[in-house]
């Protein structure tokens, strides 16, 4: 029996459509993630974004339970403004990594608990202003970001490459640190081709995160769906009992999906902007 689920947002419940479902998601899915908690079933958002990006949807769902941000780097509910969990990145490695970043000329952004930041002198007309239509906040602008960075508590750095060919110079740049920091990647549709590099401290994932959030919640995953779009959305949707995914979530995913899952996993034709959530939740019988 399904007793709470746990669903990544972007490719998911936000696509590409403006003005339908991004920067947020469609009325009906609103809605429906509403009722659902109503009725008590814990939703749980569990998300590359930071808790600032996702507030709107988590205050219009009304889901006063923990949600896993920023890659789960923040473990937070925004309702009550309680901060469940944070882990920060040591000061020493963020001033290694955005040197190795700027002198690079990789595109680079440094997040605290409460907003971004980036260097004046990155600014890029195709990018900057789309990440803060994605984030619905903009960056703090700053003349020298390894200056303003050393002067907060910095939960995470994401690296932005180009495209996918650029990817591969993003993991070259990176790797020397592979033992001090962990890195994975993320896109948004709107955003393409660029591709998002998120690095948080050691043994900071969603699939962690998840774990300690379902916990405080005292509803073990085995009573969860999960919900993803890609690969690496796997990595807590195989911790829980029921999975799912839209007819735009990647191909590797949806075979993960119906040879572990069985029964008790689904694959909807549906994608993101056609309201894939939804036929997710008649399937399960949610609605």
Same mark, same amino acid.
């Given at each position: 029996m399904i007793r709470g689920i746990i669903t990544d947002i972007d490719g998911v419940i936000v696509g590409e459509k403006i003005g339908f479902n991004s920067p947020f998601p469609h009325p009906d899915v609103i809605e429906s993630i509403k009722n659902i908690h109503d009725a008590g079933t814990p939703v749980t958002l569990c998300t590359g974004k930071p808790h600032y990006a996702v507030g709107k949807i988590i205050t219009n769902c009304g889901l006063n339970n923990p949600h896993v941000t920023d890659g789960g780097a923040i473990i937070i509910d925004p309702i009550t403004h309680t901060i469940i969990r944070q882990h920060a990145i040591d000061p020493t490695l963020v001033t290694e990594l955005l040197k190795t970043f700027l002198d690079a000329s990789m595109y680079v952004e440094v997040?605290?608990?409460?907003?971004?930041?980036?260097?004046? $002198?990155?600014?890029?007309?195709?990018?900057?202003?789309?990440?803060?239509?994605?984030?619905?906040?903009?960056?703090?602008?700053? %003349? %020298?970001?390894?200056?303003?960075?050393? *002067?907060?508590?910095?939960?995470?750095? *994401?690296?932005?490459?180009?495209?996918?060919?650029?990817?591969?110079?993003?993991?070259?740049?990176?790797?020397?640190?592979?033992?001090?920091?962990? *890195? $994975? *990647? =993320?896109?948004?549709?709107?955003?393409?081709?660029?591709?998002?590099? !998120?690095?948080?401290?050691?043994?900071? $994932?969603?699939?962690?995160?998840?774990?300690?959030?379902?916990? #405080?919640?005292?509803?073990?995953?085995?009573?969860?769906?999960?919900?993803?779009?890609?690969?690496?959305?796997? #990595?807590?949707?195989? !911790?829980?009992?029921?999975?799912?995914?839209? =007819?735009? =979530? $990647?191909?590797?995913l949806k075979k993960l999906i119906v040879s572990q899952k069985s029964e008790r996993g689904f694959v909807t034709d549906r994608s993101v902007d056609e309201n894939g959530f939804l036929p997710i939740l008649d399937y399960f019988d949610l609605k």
């Open positions: 997040y605290t608990p409460d907003r971004y930041i980036i260097q004046k $002198s990155q600014i890029r007309d195709n990018l900057t202003p789309v990440h803060a239509h994605v984030l619905q906040t903009n960056p703090t602008i700053v %003349d %020298d970001l390894i200056a303003e960075a050393a *002067m907060h508590t910095v939960i995470k750095i *994401m690296p932005v490459a180009t495209d996918e060919t650029d990817k591969q110079r993003l993991f070259t740049l990176f790797e020397p640190f592979a033992d001090r920091a962990v *890195m $994975s *990647m =993320g896109l948004h549709p709107i955003a393409n081709p660029h591709q998002f590099g !998120l690095i948080t401290a050691p043994g900071v $994932s969603k699939r962690q995160s998840a774990i300690d959030a379902t916990q #405080s919640l005292g509803i073990p995953l085995s009573d969860y769906l999960g919900i993803g779009d890609s690969t690496s959305d796997w #990595s807590f949707m195989e !911790l829980c009992g029921y999975a799912a995914t839209l =007819g735009n =979530g $990647s191909e590797e």
